[in-house]
Every structure is written in structure tokens, then in C-alpha cells.
């Protein structure tokens, strides 16, 4: 059979085209190149959006301090007359086993940016009932009474002013932070006074 000059070089490239195309996988694999797989489509689940009633609210910070340690602390509205201001700190068993409480409570008055003050937490001299050990069941309470006077001694210092408290039971107890329903004017005389738990 007689091929033409056209039919020939078209058969070389022909022959030739495997026969490349079988020598580039292996000079890869060699030269550390894995072959380059065909693109992939890849989905994502899409979410849909159901019909649902109104977003619950968040979890307030009462809920996570009770689950961390079985007692709720909160403060009550307090009373002022001629300088002097009281307070009531109430704290709640709001778990499931009795709580034991016992002595003053542990206190660091906060400001309105939630930075200490140098406040010192000395002994009430209007509550002065000795310390005794109370047992609290789920759902009962104890009151610790605070008590200071809005007294300026100096002038030209600036008066503290406590807009939270960080508080614990007892001495090296777990703090909750206690939003206060008014602020507390302590004058300068760095001093908070603190009842036992009664």
C-alpha cells in the first residue's frame, strides 16, 4: 500500500500521541508530582430557614453563677437618712442540696468601669450579732446587712463611689458580680461595713 507524503505524517503523529501521552505519568510520579486529578464539585449543605416563634432571650448572668455554685447573691434597694445608708445583700440557695453559710461575707466594691476601689470591709456597729452557722435549704435565703455613711473628710480628694460589688459567701469563695439598683456614695472614708449572715 502506498501512503502519501500527507498520510504519512499524518500517521507519525498519530503513533506518536500515545505514546507521549503514556511517558508523562511515570517522569511525573518520579519527580515527586502526583498527576493532577480532574476538578471536583464539591456541595455544602445549605441551611433553610424554618418558621419559628419569637428568639428566646440570652441566659442572664444569675442563671451561670447559681449553676456554678448553687447560690444566687443579689442586693436589695437600700435605705438613707441624714448621711447614713443601708444595704441588704440577700443570697438564695437556688440549688438542689443544702448550703452551709457561716461569718461576713467576702467583698470587693467595683466602679463604674468594673476596677476595684481601696475600700476596706470592717465589722457593722449596728448589726452585731456573733457569727453562727446556717444551714440553707433549696429555696431559703440569709441577709448580710451593709451599712456606711456619705461622709467627705477631705475636701480636696475625690469621694468613691461603687457602682458593683464582687462578692463571696465566705472568705476564698467563687465571687458573683452584684448589680446594685443604686450606687453606693461612700464619701472618702475607704471604709464599707459588713454583717454576718443572719
Given at each position: 500500500m502506498i501512503v502519501g507524503v500527507f498520510g504519512l505524517?499524518?500517521?507519525?503523529?498519530?503513533?506518536?500521541?500515545?505514546?507521549?501521552?503514556?511517558c508523562?505519568?511515570?517522569?511525573?510520579?518520579?519527580?515527586?508530582l502526583a498527576p493532577t486529578p480532574a476538578?471536583?464539585?464539591?456541595?455544602?449543605?445549605?441551611a433553610?430557614?424554618?418558621a419559628s416563634g419569637p428568639?428566646?432571650?440570652?441566659?442572664?448572668?444569675?442563671?451561670?453563677?447559681?449553676?456554678?455554685?448553687?447560690?444566687?447573691?443579689?442586693?436589695?434597694?437600700?435605705?438613707?437618712a441624714m448621711g447614713y445608708?443601708?444595704?441588704?445583700?440577700?443570697?438564695?440557695?437556688?440549688?438542689?442540696?443544702?448550703?452551709e453559710v457561716k461569718g461576713r461575707p467576702d467583698i470587693v466594691v467595683l466602679d463604674e468601669d468594673g476596677r476595684p476601689l481601696k475600700i476596706s470591709i470592717v465589722p457593722s456597729n449596728y448589726y452585731t450579732a456573733p457569727p453562727k452557722r446556717l444551714v440553707l435549704k433549696p429555696g431559703t435565703?440569709?441577709?448580710?446587712?451593709?451599712?456606711?455613711?456619705?461622709?467627705?473628710?477631705?475636701?480636696?480628694?475625690?469621694?468613691d463611689t461603687g457602682?458593683?460589688?464582687?462578692v463571696a459567701v465566705s472568705k476564698g469563695g467563687t465571687r458573683q458580680l452584684v448589680t446594685l439598683p443604686s450606687p453606693l456614695d461612700l464619701g472618702n472614708t475607704g471604709q464599707l461595713r459588713a454583717s454576718v449572715w443572719f
Open positions: 505524517r499524518r500517521l507519525i503523529v498519530l503513533l506518536a500521541v500515545p505514546l507521549v501521552a503514556s508523562s505519568t511515570p517522569w511525573q510520579a518520579s519527580n515527586g476538578p471536583s464539585v464539591t456541595t455544602s449543605p445549605v433553610v430557614p424554618t428568639t428566646a432571650p440570652p441566659a442572664v448572668e444569675a442563671v451561670s453563677a447559681c449553676s456554678l455554685t448553687g447560690v444566687l447573691i443579689t442586693a436589695e434597694r437600700g435605705e438613707a445608708r443601708e444595704m441588704a445583700l440577700t443570697v438564695r440557695n437556688c440549688g438542689t442540696e443544702p448550703y435565703s440569709a441577709l448580710t446587712m451593709l451599712s456606711w455613711r456619705n461622709t467627705v473628710t477631705n475636701i480636696s480628694g475625690a469621694a457602682a458593683s460589688l464582687a
